[in-house]
Structure formats: C-alpha cells, structure tokens
C-alpha cells in the first residue's frame, strides 16, 4: 500500500490487476468521458498496465493508482497523477466503476491523492482536465481547489476544460 485516507488502501497497480482493469475501462463512463481504450480482452488490459501505470512509475515515480476499499481490499476506481506530452506539470486523473460513483469516494481518493504528492515530490502545481459535459469531475475538481483556467486541445483534437493547481 502506497497510502490511505478514512475508507480507502491506494496502491500501485501491478499485472494481477489486469481483470480490474479491463472491467473500469470498459465502462460507459470511461467510455463517454476518457476515451475508448479498446480493452479487449485482459492481454489488453495487461499492456495498459504495462505501459501506462508500470512505465509512468518507472520514468515520474507516479501514475495511475489503484484504489480499493480499506475493509475489504475490493478494487472500486483509480486516482492519480498523469504525464501528458502536451502539459508541463501532472495531470490529477480519477474514474471508478459505476457502483461506487457518487459516494464522496473519488473525492476522499483525490485529496489523499493530492496529500501524497505534495508530500512526496517538489512540484510547484498541477493540472486537471475533463470534458464539458462531464459535470460530475468539474464540480469535484472545484472541491479539490482546482481553478478553471481555459480550454486546452489534445495531440488528438479533443479540447477539454483546463484546471490550475497551485502547490506552492
């Protein structure tokens, strides 16, 4: 275990998370607000551990964590800290599989989260992106002290909602 707040183990992902993996990313809400990952089978699932989390920790020391309920250890979302070509700083990311949606839960994982960098790393802010229809993210990024700052566009075309956080 990497850390923990009141309800919630956060850990890093590893292989045997493939099965988690393939189910979150295949959920309509991945789906419609981050993207099709196409997560087609749990070999898929496998590789996106291996070069998203795996390889993000190896080069930043941080990515993608996996968060489970402290009680029983069941795997409910990730939360955690993306490096995007197109940003200079970390990039605050959360998605939980829909039964756990709307329970305080992504909130109470992003400010343990946030907690955890500010502990462990010298970074002097962060970003946070989400679409315009995901109003769900933008009101918990509000929450979490992100400041909306304007539109940035992905090497993909999509331009998404920019928020600011300042560490320092």
């Not at 923990?4 to 607000?33: G, M, V, Y």
């Not at 390889?55 to 795997?75: C, E, F």
């Not at 769900?136 to 509000?142: A, D, G, T, V």
Request: hydrophobic share 40%; net charge negative; with cysteine.
């Amino acid at each position: 275990m990497l850390f923990q707040s009141a309800n919630l183990d956060i850990r890093r992902f590893n292989l045997n998370d493939d099965a988690f993996i393939f189910e979150l990313l295949n959920t309509p809400a991945w789906k419609q607000f981050i993207s099709d990952r196409n997560i087609d089978s749990r070999e898929d699932a496998v590789n996106y551990i291996l070069n998203g989390p795996l390889a993000s920790y190896n080069k930043y020391g941080y990515g993608a964590w996996l968060v489970t309920l402290k009680d029983t250890q069941q795997p409910i979302g990730m939360c955690g800290f993306f490096k995007r070509d197109y940003l200079d700083k970390p990039d605050l990311g959360f998605a939980f599989l829909p039964g756990f949606e709307g329970r305080g839960l992504a909130y109470e994982a992003s400010v343990a989260s946030l907690a955890h960098i500010r502990e462990s790393y010298d970074l002097d802010g962060l970003y946070a992106t989400t679409t315009a229809d995901n109003i769900r993210s933008q009101r918990l990024l509000e929450r979490c002290g992100f400041t909306p700052t304007g539109l940035v566009t992905t090497p993909e075309a999509e331009t998404l909602l920019l928020y600011t956080l300042s560490l320092r």
